[in-house]
């Protein structure tokens, strides 16, 4: 039996750090997400603060769905690559 894929996350508390995150590599690569709400607010709130949008971007298409699958997995996989780095140098800076 395969096992079922799921998005439950093993510590819930790390859902805004991960959100956040989110929002910066977006921004870094140049991709305009953050038009409209979310249901942690964070698509108006930290677009802005990053520069990503204006008060008057209205030509902007709202949240992730705009995006290709391609500019989506290339956020996804540089989180994957610093939650790596990260864990990496918790591991072997203990050493």
């Given at each position: ?40 607010g ?9 520069g ?9 298409r ?15 996989g ?15 800076g203990?050493l």
């Open positions: 039996m395969a096992n079922k894929r799921s998005n439950r996350q093993v510590v819930p508390e790390s859902r805004h750090m991960l959100n956040q995150m989110k929002y910066e590599i977006a921004a870094e690569f140049g991709l305009n997400v953050g038009h409209g709400s979310s249901s942690y964070a698509d108006t709130e930290f677009g802005s603060e990053l990503v949008m204006s008060a008057n971007s209205s030509s902007r709202p949240g992730w769905g705009h995006l290709t699958s391609r500019e989506n997995g290339s956020v996804g540089e989180i994957t690559k610093r939650l790596v780095r990260q864990a990496e140098q918790g591991m072997f203990q």
